[in-house]
């Protein structure tokens, strides 16, 4: 990816945020198939600013368990808020006329090691964190459990689940949010995009 310096995204903080709020991922793997891409909701067990794990869970039927091997290199890709950026929301616009549209966005690329797993123990382990995690998250007080649902159907359910991890050394992350531009037109930019409801990209606008 690349990444101007100017839009490196550095601060361990936020890198988490992004990851932990924008946890479906799309991992890139490569097979004799050749590349491909799978939507996965992610869990970050652990970060430490540049190392850390990342597990999840497939359908027994995805052939991606089959068809990699473990072990291989693979790449996560966390997307957070992006938006257009239109020239009209930079007062200098109407001084000089010496901008042009753009894109704003944060993204997270993860690199590591791909690694797959059976065991029952562990696949309830992380099914239920991640259960109670978006559950909590979501409902409140009336966070749905897995002890909700009939223990036949939930055994039955994990059969068809294999458990994957990633092992990552190396994350490049990028902000591109205006860190370019004067203040008066960053902050221009952002107070738009909060007047039109994008609360995220706007209020990351305003902390760089």
Request: hydrophobic residues 40%; aromatic residues 8%; glycine residues 6%.
């Amino acid at each position: 990816m690349y990444v101007p310096p100017h839009f490196a995204e550095t601060r361990a903080s936020e890198i988490r945020r992004i990851i932990e709020a924008h946890p479906l991922g799309s991992l890139i793997t490569y097979s004799a198939r050749g590349l491909d891409a799978d939507q996965i909701p992610f869990e970050l067990t652990s970060f430490d600013g540049a190392a850390g794990i990342l597990r999840a869970h497939i359908a027994r039927a995805n052939p991606l368990w089959r068809e990699i091997r473990d072990g291989s290199d693979a790449l996560v890709i966390f997307r957070a808020a992006d938006a257009y950026i239109s020239p009209n929301w930079y007062p200098s616009k109407k001084k000089t006329h010496r901008v042009v549209p753009t894109w704003n966005y944060q993204v997270v690329n993860v690199y590591g090691q791909i690694h797959f797993f059976e065991d029952r123990k562990s696949l309830l382990a992380l099914i239920g964190k991640l259960t109670r995690s978006h559950e909590t998250h979501n409902e409140g007080a009336q966070a749905w459990r897995m002890a909700d649902a009939p223990k036949d159907f939930i055994d039955a359910m994990m059969e068809d689940i294999i458990g994957l991890e990633i092992r990552f050394s190396h994350v490049t992350a990028k902000s591109k949010l205006g860190q370019n531009k004067e203040d008066p037109d960053r902050k221009g930019a952002a107070r738009t995009l909060l007047a039109r409801g994008h609360s995220e990209l706007g209020d990351a606008m305003g902390d760089v």
